[in-house]
């Protein structure tokens, strides 16, 4: 039986807080911990199968136009150029496969072929010396280059911006730009297909294997049933693995020609072109203030591209909306069409780099109107949601805000160049954290057998996030059950379809799909035990009620077994939803050599409720580090001239290393949110990236009296504002 | 060609083209998957093993260099029941998230323990000689060759610094 929920209303009792087992919550190690530092968890590209070949695939060397011919390379087994190949990946969610046809090129780097041999060393080689022809089509490749694309629904407007800003004692007018980022997951997309008749199985690093499934049947045109995926464990996603990619839909068709399983795993360069970018953006903000630091004006333009027909665009504005509240406000939304590789969701697409710059003026507005930018952020906070009035379903922010300046000292800042070591400026800096916040439709499987153990099976990924372990704790919670009895099965389309891993809402959305199968089988125990399910209590693998006690083996004969179903409903609109926090840094910047070195940072986040301590603090520091990324080391730069990723490897690509990073502090502000749903918790992936590069930037400006406006900060922008 | 590669304790004997790495004949002819390719440019470490004790990329290797030489992989370090202490810190301060720079980490941080214990300096170390003070400053320089995108920098520091503290302790009461 499937137990069904559709969030319409408040829960504000949650049932898990009058179960016995008291695991959730609890800091456990990760259940999958074991096989992960022993290297025995196999990730995409980690089976053999018998006769298995290699692909590699080929990439056009023009920024736009048609294959004319490939010339077969000696060493090969088959060079492929089938219509079926995609010529970027899906965008996350999306129901159908990509553009497919390879032998149109729509940008430097695309994907036009598979080489396939019988070992890595010949396809490679063979790849590489391919000769092809093509037919050249000048193309524009820079954004700003061309009349960008206002599509009316991303643009808003109420009262009059400019009237408030010419009003107002203290404005802020200024120019950002962010440039590309990549999602840059440590384990490159990777497939392996084998087909056994009209059927295949394809082993890939993916983040939504239910969409995903039906991407890759259209693509493939194949019927979904056709076709599994499977995702035991994925080394990072980060967005770049939400749709399906190149690489698993060239190992499919190569493996059907060619009759015997093959593996594809792209190289990093080909991840850097052929996984989605986060666009550049240039971001105008007007900011205008009384004499008391209150918001009058907001205004928030932004610009950035994608291909021709891609309907993607980076959603930068998204959370200023509701952010803070101002009579005035203005909202523009333009997007460039041009021929740089195609751009997707990277980590919390739109406040990751709009939260980040918004931020960074609000600094600049603090500093204008000499007010503290704390207090300047708490005396903007709505009571309800502007425009809309719709209130919040829970919104911590000013707790967040306070606990923060108490923990980091905020009180023993300065105005910059005050405090000086050496070579060395010291400063300070803050900014908000919030990031819009969504459940989603999931299914999950529970059986519970009479040996007192638990399976839980859906199809939802656990790309580092934790998802094994804490599905088991909510499992393990709700039957009463020693975490150990719990096995979670995951990422194989033969189970109940997940959403999966993206927006910050698999935890949330799948481990209530967990809970509500369990409830089920909990009903079943009840019917058993001859009471009312709200009378039961399970522990230890003991079931009781009233004054019976007994195990679970004398109550149950045959496994029970239950499906969770939930799905948004009315509280998705009738109040506004989203995660709330507060960053914190303390940089040093080097008096000569412009270097900044981060000396500490706190995050302070309020997410609903915690499943488990320890993984999502794991997930808070990696976002602050992302965020560190985007402020000092990150940018995928582009070449003028044919658009293609220059930095488009791991040595010029720069995300934060062990020695860019100091000691982090996460602090969780407690906090239920019952708009949610009974597990009353809400997405923690994305939070802790938006704003964490702000409060970096704002600690350089206290630090040295300098605003950098275009990312990332690195030495050589900072020296050369330093005057010596 | 016909290889012979001394892993983990055990002699393999292995026919492979020239131009294999350590690293694919590892992954490709012996399936052990344990040891990562995550650039196979010397760019990431993940692919760190050790040779004759020493941490290398394997991914800049060729197989047939390796002859003769001791390799140890991740597999040959802990088994899933049986985890060698750093493994155990690993887990219990978690210090990985998607795993998969993991191995390679973990092969670096038992290196770099010994390579400290041998004395030899880094750019953090406060002097040329030792002993050296294991801050977090000098674990996170030492281990800045292994990139981990998930970040779980802070608790892999402390995982290695817990894991030697009780190393040191276990050699003084001995
Ligand atoms: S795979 Fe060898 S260093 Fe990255
Ligand atoms: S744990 Fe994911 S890259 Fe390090």
Request: overall charge negative.
């Amino acid at each position: 039986m499937t137990r069904h929920l559709r969030v319409d209303e408040p829960i504000h009792d949650s049932p898990l807080d009058q179960m016995a087992q008291g695991v959730l919550g609890q800091p456990l190690n990760r259940l999958e911990g074991p096989l992960k530092v022993s290297g025995r968890a196999t990730y995409a590209a980690e089976s053999r199968p018998r006769g298995m070949a290699y692909g590699v695939l080929v990439q056009a060397a023009i920024p736009a136009g048609k294959v004319l011919g490939i010339e077969d390379a000696p060493g090969a087994i088959a060079v492929i150029q089938d219509k079926r190949m995609i010529r970027y990946a899906a965008q996350g969610l999306a129901e159908e496969g990509p553009k497919a046809g390879p032998e149109e090129v729509e940008y430097m780097g695309q994907a036009i072929a598979l080489v396939v041999a019988d070992s890595l060393e010949a396809a490679r080689h063979a790849a590489q010396n391919l000769k092809i022809r093509y037919d050249v089509q000048d193309v524009p490749v820079d954004p700003t280059a061309v009349v960008p694309e206002l599509p009316p629904k991303k643009q808003s407007s109420t009262g009059d911006l400019d009237k408030a800003m010419q009003q107002a004692p203290f404005s802020v007018d200024a120019v950002w730009h962010t440039p590309t980022h990549a999602a840059a997951a440590m384990e490159p997309h990777a497939a392996i297909a084998e087909w056994d008749g009209d059927s295949v199985t394809i082993r890939a690093g993916l983040q939504m294997l239910s969409s995903n499934r039906k991407q890759m049947a259209d693509a493939l045109g194949i019927r979904p049933k056709k076709l599994r995926l499977l995702a035991p464990y994925v080394g990072g996603g980060f967005g770049s693995k939400l749709g399906i990619n190149a690489e698993a839909v060239a190992a499919a068709i190569a493996a059907r020609e060619l009759g015997r399983p093959v593996q594809v795993v792209m190289t990093r360069q080909q991840v850097f072109d052929l996984a989605h970018r986060r666009s550049e953006t240039r971001q105008r903000i007007r900011l205008a203030c009384d004499h008391e630091g209150r918001l009058t004006g907001i205004g928030h333009e932004a610009l950035v591209s994608n291909l021709p027909g891609s309907d993607f665009s980076e959603p930068v504005t998204q959370a200023t909306p509701f952010t803070y509240a101002a009579a005035h406000r203005q909202i523009v939304h333009a997007v460039a069409r041009i021929h740089r590789s195609c751009a997707g969701s990277v980590r919390a697409p739109g406040e990751a780099v709009g939260v980040t710059v918004f931020e960074c003026a609000l600094d600049e507005l603090a500093e204008a109107a000499d007010i503290d930018p704390v207090a300047l952020r708490l005396r903007n906070i709505p009571t309800v949601e502007p425009d809309t009035e719709r209130p919040f379903s829970s919104h911590k922010l000013a707790e967040a805000l306070h606990e923060g300046a108490e923990r980091f000292n905020w009180s023993e800042r300065r105005p910059p160049r005050q405090r000086v070591e050496g070579e060395w400026f010291i400063g300070m800096g803050m900014a908000t954290a919030v990031r819009v916040n969504q459940l989603v439709e999931a299914r999950a499987k529970v059986t519970l057998g009479p040996d007192g153990r638990a399976i839980v099976e859906t199809d939802m990924t656990d790309i580092g996030t934790g998802t094994y372990t804490i599905l088991g704790q909510i499992a393990a919670e709700a039957l009463g059950l020693p975490q150990e009895r719990v096995e979670v099965r995951l990422g194989d389309t033969d189970f109940p379809p997940a959403t999966g891993s993206g927006g910050s809402f698999g935890a949330a959305s799948s481990g209530t799909s967990v809970y509500l199968a369990c409830e089920e089988v909990r009903q079943q125990i009840a019917k058993a035990m001859g009471c009312e399910a709200v009378d039961l209590t399970l522990q230890n693998g003991l079931a009781r009620a009233g004054n019976v006690e007994k195990p679970l083996s004398d109550v149950i004969q045959s496994p029970l077994v239950g499906e969770g179903y939930v799905e948004p409903g009315k509280t998705e609109k009738s109040v506004r939803q989203a995660t709330w926090g507060s960053h914190w840094a303390e940089v040093a910047v080097n008096r000569w050599t412009g270097e900044v070195r981060v000396r500490r940072m706190l995050g302070l986040f309020s997410c609903g409720r915690i499943l488990n301590e320890k993984t999502a603090r794991s997930q808070c520091l990696g976002g602050m580090v992302f965020g560190m990324g985007i402020a000092l080391t990150e940018a995928l730069e582009h070449d003028p001239r044919d658009g293609h990723a220059v930095t488009r490897d791991l040595g010029e690509y720069h995300i934060p290393c062990h020695a860019d990073v100091p000691h982090l502090e996460v602090h969780f502000v407690p906090e239920r949110d019952p708009y949610v749903g009974p597990l009353q918790a809400k997405g923690i992936g994305e939070l802790s990236i938006c704003g964490s590069g702000a409060a970096i930037l704002n600690a350089i400006h206290n630090a040295c009296g300098i605003r950098v406006r275009d990312l990332p900060a690195t030495p050589d922008k900072i020296i050369a504002a330093l005057d010596p | 060609m016909d290889i012979t590669l001394d892993l983990n304790g055990t002699s393999h004997r292995l026919d492979v083209d020239p131009r294999t790495t350590l690293l694919d004949a590892l992954r490709h002819d012996l399936g052990l998957t344990g040891t990562k390719k995550g650039c196979d440019h010397g760019q990431c470490g993940a692919c760190t093993v050790l040779m004759d004790g020493r941490r290398i990329n394997s991914c800049l290797t060729l197989a047939c260099m390796a002859e003769g030489k001791e390799i140890t992989t991740i597999e040959g370090i802990g088994t899933p029941d049986q985890l060698s202490p750093l493994q155990q810190q690993f887990l219990d301060h978690d210090g990985f998230q998607c795993g998969y720079c993991t191995p390679g980490q973990i092969c670096s941080a038992t290196a770099m323990l010994e390579e400290i214990a041998a004395g030899w300096p880094s750019h953090a170390s406060g002097s040329l000689e030792g002993p050296f003070d294991l801050s977090h400053a000098e674990i996170a320089e030492r281990m800045s060759g292994n990139l981990c995108r998930c970040a779980a920098y802070s608790n892999i520091v402390a995982a290695i610094r817990q894991a030697a503290k009780a190393d040191a302790l276990h050699k003084d009461a001995a």
